[in-house]
């Protein structure tokens, strides 16, 4: 089955889920550019969250996770600054889109960042 994914300004493609979480995620950075070393975790429409990048289960299918023909949304996940003592806590993820919708930032957002505190 396929999912839409959304980016940059209005940009979208189609995904196979019927992979691991592992290569689809491989393949989105690809499409969007991105380089593998960059953390990135898809959201659907209404801004939750999948948090692939603290799953163990990366060779599990993603079809396991994600609803075919649904629409999900790139994010890029920001950890905090390495040598702070905290380099395995995220403190955003910032949807890689042009204009998001106030739904998937959340009501209050700080410049298209959602802000999240834990950690790996």
């Given at each position: 089955?396929?999912?839409?994914?959304?980016?940059?300004?209005?940009?979208?493609?189609?995904?196979?889920?019927?992979?691991?979480?592992l290569l689809?995620?491989?393949?989105?950075?690809?499409?969007?550019?991105?380089?593998?070393?960059?953390?990135i975790?898809?959201?659907?429409a209404?801004?939750?969250?999948h948090?692939?990048?603290?799953?163990?289960t990366?060779?599990?299918?993603?079809?396991?996770?994600?609803?075919?023909?649904?629409?999900?949304?790139?994010?890029?996940?920001?950890?905090?600054?390495?040598?702070?003592?905290?380099?395995?806590?995220?403190?955003?993820?910032v949807?890689?889109?042009?204009?998001?919708?106030?739904?998937?930032i959340?009501?209050?957002h700080?410049?298209?960042?959602?802000?999240?505190?834990?950690?790996v």
């Amino acid at each position: 089955m396929f999912i839409f994914i959304k980016h940059g300004d209005n940009q979208q493609f189609l995904a196979n889920t019927n992979c691991s979480v592992l290569l689809l995620l491989h393949y989105v950075r690809h499409e969007v550019g991105l380089p593998d070393t960059d953390t990135i975790d898809l959201c659907d429409a209404m801004g939750t969250m999948h948090l692939f990048f603290l799953t163990k289960t990366l060779g599990d299918y993603a079809n396991k996770f994600l609803t075919a023909r649904n629409t999900y949304y790139v994010c890029r996940v920001e950890h905090e600054a390495p040598g702070t003592g905290l380099k395995n806590a995220y403190r955003a993820f910032v949807p890689l889109l042009k204009n998001p919708e106030p739904k998937i930032i959340g009501k209050e957002h700080d410049g298209g960042r959602r802000n999240m505190e834990g950690t790996v």
